[in-house]
Antibody, heavy 121, light 110 residues
Framework: QVQLVESGGGVVQPGGSLRLSCAASGFTFSSYGMHWVRQAPGKGLEWVAFIRYDGSNKYYADSVKGRFTISRDNSKNALYLQMNSLRAEDTAVFYC??????????????WGQGTLVTVSS | QSALTQPASVSGSPGQSITISCTGTSSDVGSYNLVSWYQQHPGKAPRLMIYEDSKRPSGVSNRFSGSKSGNTASLTISGLQADDEADYYCCSYAGSSTVVFGGGTELTVL
């Protein structure tokens, strides 16, 4: 069955950096687009970024553009999110999410359990 | 990328039907057949319930149905059960390779 396991969350100071990872299994990772979606404590869901199945195209929410970078290593079945210039408002649970297609279906059929990122001094 | 508008809360008794609305604009909900709905129980990851406005993934009960009219999408849950109590989020493609979520609706089963 599909499994998505995030790691790399933790506490970081404002202005700092963090790299999230997602280990995927149970499906042909290299055939599907992948997203990151976040949820601030007690708040709603916010789409963060998407990468196509082959890494050829990447798209970002305006709130993270220029600060976050999504990437993938299909040889390792892994998805990453490099987060720089972190702000207090980036504090959230970050979910690794599978798209239903290689390019984009723009809906999310499997979700990981999430990793918490806390930006605080 | 403004959030879609959902009611903060809805409630219903077991066996009843409820409908959650999701209002967007002609730039998102009204332009694409790409509205999806997610169920989230406390402390859990979201789960896909409806995609492409009205399609149901395998494994999702046929008590859940989706529809859309103009800039407003709706999720209807019939035959309410205790386990349906959760937060529900709508989501729409918003053009330019971006996605927007609704603010979420808390469903209480009385």
């Amino acid at each position: 069955q599909v499994q998505l396991v995030e790691s790399g969350g933790g506490v970081v100071q404002p202005g700092g950096s963090l790299r999230l990872s997602c280990a995927a299994s149970g499906f042909t990772f290299s055939s599907y687009g992948m997203h990151w979606v976040r949820q601030a404590p007690g708040k709603g869901l916010e789409w963060v970024a998407f990468i196509r199945y082959d890494g050829s195209n990447k798209y970002y929410a305006d709130s993270v553009k220029g600060r976050f970078t999504i990437s993938r290593d299909n040889s390792k079945n892994a998805l990453y999110l490099q987060m720089n210039s972190l702000r207090a408002e980036d504090t959230a649970v970050f979910y690794c999410v599978k798209d239903n297609r290689g390019y984009s279906s723009w809906y999310f059929d499997y979700w990981g359990q999430g990793t918490l990122v806390t930006v605080s001094s | 990328q403004s959030a879609l508008t959902q009611p903060a809360s809805v409630s219903g008794s077991p066996g009843q039907s409820i409908t959650i609305s999701c209002t967007g604009t002609s730039s998102d909900v009204g332009s694409y057949n790409l509205v999806s709905w997610y169920q989230q129980h406390p402390g859990k990851a979201p789960r896909l319930m409806i995609y492409e406005d009205s399609k149901r993934p395998s494994g999702v009960s046929n008590r859940f149905s989706g529809s859309k009219s103009g800039n407003t999408a709706s999720l209807t849950i019939s035959g309410l059960q205790a386990d349906d109590e959760a937060d529900y989020y709508c989501c729409s493609y918003a053009g330019s390779s971006t996605v927007v979520f609704g603010g979420g609706t808390e469903l209480t089963v009385l």
